[in-house]
């Protein structure tokens, strides 16, 4: 059983960080002095959970004001009237939203949600330029890193910072402060970039609106939001970088995971869909996505099989004596890529090419040529090398001779 916390006290034993910012904020201490008592506390903080056994420790939740106002800073939104003219910002720029100075007054503060803490409130409108503008995050994950500790950095999440945000002066009242979530997440992906580069496994999104009765509208942009996030942290972005043009997904387990009450069925199928979609959602169309199943009967989801939108489905069809194609000759269309599997991988037994090609007639018989993958129906690691090599010969004999027969007849 692994232990993890969400957070952790940052204002010290003696509450030092709050008298480090008042000397800061009174000028009787410098920013660098105010950088060294905040990192003492941070190596404490990280150093006591690592100390007591804590497995998954939390990072990015120390703030010198609040954490909205640090996710605020992280994107960049810091309203004109401050005069931020890009780059990291700084203290001067941060603190100003937070406390005013002697030109502009502070940001609006309010109550989170019904506690007596309260944060900084963003100001949005469609004009907001959003940009990388504090690596806050990244740099606490990599302080921590350097003394011996591997945290979980800790974000608001995006849909809860929009939703906690307010139009900005100037910006009509009935603004959709969700319209932005598209401006917002490139930034979101930039961190979560960096993060990955320097080694983080594990990230936190705190999606604290999620306890408010929420609109389907408004439920629906954090589907939009993890899937794209889910897609930069999944690593399949990575892979294309490579070079890489094809990635099997295994497996979808869409008939192994299905609840045994049918009245269940439409709920499970629905999720495990959108689990699997959600896995490949950011990458190029010109990326080619398979995906696996093993045995199982599957003509009662079909559909569902369908709705995955897989660019080619591989499934283990030769020793289910062809009763997987009857769904095909009952006339359902599928219009991607299949590959039923044309010779059984769990027998030492060779196919021959006769054998194989046979069974591929009987599969053309119901699909259309420009989607029918000739392809074992399974992987090979319980076969002997001896046993490998011929079968796939002889399976690439036949479809040699079947694409060259094709192609006569037309």
Same mark, same amino acid.
């Given at each position: ?5 969400v957070?952790?006290?940052?204002m010290?034993p ?6 480090? =910012? ?9 920013a ?5 008592? $905040?990192?003492? =506390?941070?190596?404490? +903080?990280?150093?006591?959970? $690592? ?16 954490q ?8 960049g ?9 890009? @780059? &990291? ?8 939203? /937070?406390?005013?100075n002697?030109?502009?007054p502070?940001?609006e503060m ?7 803490y309260?944060? +900084?409130v ?9 940009s990388?503008a $504090? !690596? ?6 990599k ?13 608001? @999440?995006?849909?809860s ?6 139009p900005?002066k100037?910006? *009509? ?5 969700l319209?932005?979530l ?6 979101y992906?930039?961190?979560? #970039? ?9 990230i936190?999104?705190? &999606? #604290? ?15 939009? #939001? ?13 892979? &294309? ?7 099997? +997904? ?12 049918? %009245?269940?069925h ?5 999720? /495990? ?20 199943m ?11 099989? +369908?709705n995955?939108? /897989? ?6 069809n030769?020793r ?9 000759? *009952?006339?359902v269309?599928?219009? %991607? ?8 991988? !769990? ?9 194989? /090609? ?18 074992p ?10 046993e ?10 036949? #479809?040699?001779?079947?694409r ?5 007849a037309?």
């Amino acid at each position: 059983m692994a232990s993890h916390i969400v957070g952790y006290p940052r204002m010290g034993p003696k509450r030092e960080l709050k008298f480090a =910012l008042e000397s800061f904020w009174d000028g009787k201490s410098s920013a660098e002095d105010l950088q060294n008592v $905040s990192a003492d =506390l941070r190596s404490s +903080i990280w150093k006591q959970m $690592s100390d007591v056994g804590i497995k998954y420790i939390p990072s990015n939740t120390f703030s010198y004001y609040d954490q909205v106002l640090d996710t605020t800073t992280m994107l960049g939104a810091v309203p004109p009237r401050y005069n931020w003219n890009g @780059g &990291e910002i700084g203290f001067d720029t941060y603190f100003s939203m /937070a406390r005013g100075n002697a030109s502009v007054p502070a940001m609006e503060m309010t109550k989170w949600f019904d506690t007596n803490y309260h944060f +900084i409130v963003p100001e949005l409108g469609p004009d907001v330029k959003f940009s990388y503008a $504090s !690596h806050k995050a990244v740099n606490e994950y990599k302080e921590a890193k350097a003394l011996g500790v591997d945290t979980v950095p800790v974000f608001v @999440g995006p849909v809860s910072y929009l939703l906690l945000s307010k139009p900005a002066k100037g910006v *009509e009242k009935t603004f959709d402060l969700l319209s932005l979530l598209d401006k917002i997440l490139p930034v979101y992906k930039e961190v979560i #970039a960096e993060l990955k580069e320097a080694g983080a496994t594990w990230i936190q999104f705190d &999606e #604290a609106t999620l306890v408010k009765d929420l609109e389907p509208h408004q439920l629906q942009a954090f589907t939009k #939001a993890y899937s794209e996030l889910e897609s930069t942290c999944s690593g399949l972005n990575d892979l &294309e970088k490579a070079g890489i043009t094809v990635i099997q +997904i295994d497996e979808a387990a869409l008939r192994e995971g299905l609840p045994l009450r049918k %009245a269940e069925h439409a709920f499970y199928l629905d999720w /495990a869909v959108h689990s699997f979609r959600i896995t490949n959602v950011g990458v190029l169309d010109t990326t080619q996505i398979h995906t696996h199943m093993c045995y199982s009967n599957f003509n009662d989801i079909i559909h569902s099989i +369908i709705n995955m939108d /897989a660019d080619v489905i591989t499934i283990e069809n030769s020793r289910s004596d062809e009763k997987l194609l009857s769904v095909f000759r *009952e006339g359902v269309k599928y219009g %991607a890529g299949i590959g039923p599997g044309v010779y059984d991988i !769990h027998s030492p037994r060779i196919p021959s090419m006769e054998e194989i /090609a046979d069974r591929v007639n009987k599969m053309l018989a119901v699909l259309e040529t420009n989607i029918l993958w000739v392809n074992p129906d399974c992987g090979l690691k319980t076969r002997k090398y001896g046993e490998v090599k011929p079968a796939l010969e002889n399976m690439v004999t036949a #479809a040699k001779k079947l694409r060259s027969e094709l192609a006569s007849a037309k």
